[in-house]
Nanobody, 120 residues
Framework: QVQLVESGGGLVQTGGSLRLSCAAS????????MAWYRQAPGKQRELVAA???????NIADSVKGRFTISRDNAKNTVYLQMNNLKPEDTAVYYC??????????????WGQGTQVTVSS
């Protein structure tokens, strides 16, 4: 059984910062790309940022310059540092990981989501 557990969400004022964490645990053999998505009420889930095992990143234009993604491969953990938050960043943030278990093919696992609310 593999679990992705997010933490670090909460309520913050406009211009504030939050740091999200997502730790993968269980019988994991290898993790390729890890990513953060978000879904606001009434909107589709969208990619926020992704990072490969080698450290290459892809950041959505809407958050570029404000959000930074990083990971600790030894801890199977991905982080999202969010600075200068805006009300439009309010959403449930989900992490995912393209991973393989021992003896299995790669598949995408998702966390349960963490709420980020930015007040104006």
């Amino acid at each position: 059984q593999v679990q992705l557990v997010e933490s670090g969400g909460g309520l913050v004022q406009t211009g504030g910062s939050l740091r999200l964490s997502c730790a993968a645990s269980g019988s994991i053999f290898s993790i390729n790309t890890m990513a953060w998505y978000r879904q606001a009420p009434g909107k589709q889930r969208e990619l926020v940022a992704a990072i490969t095992s080698g450290g290459n990143t892809n950041i959505a234009d809407s958050v570029k310059g404000r959000f930074t993604i990083s990971r600790d491969n030894a801890k199977n953990t991905v982080y999202l540092q969010m600075n200068n938050l805006k009300p439009e960043d309010t959403a449930v943030y989900y992490c995912n990981a393209d991973l393989s278990r021992y003896g299995s093919n790669f598949y995408r696992a998702w966390g349960q989501g963490t709420q980020v609310t930015v007040s104006s």
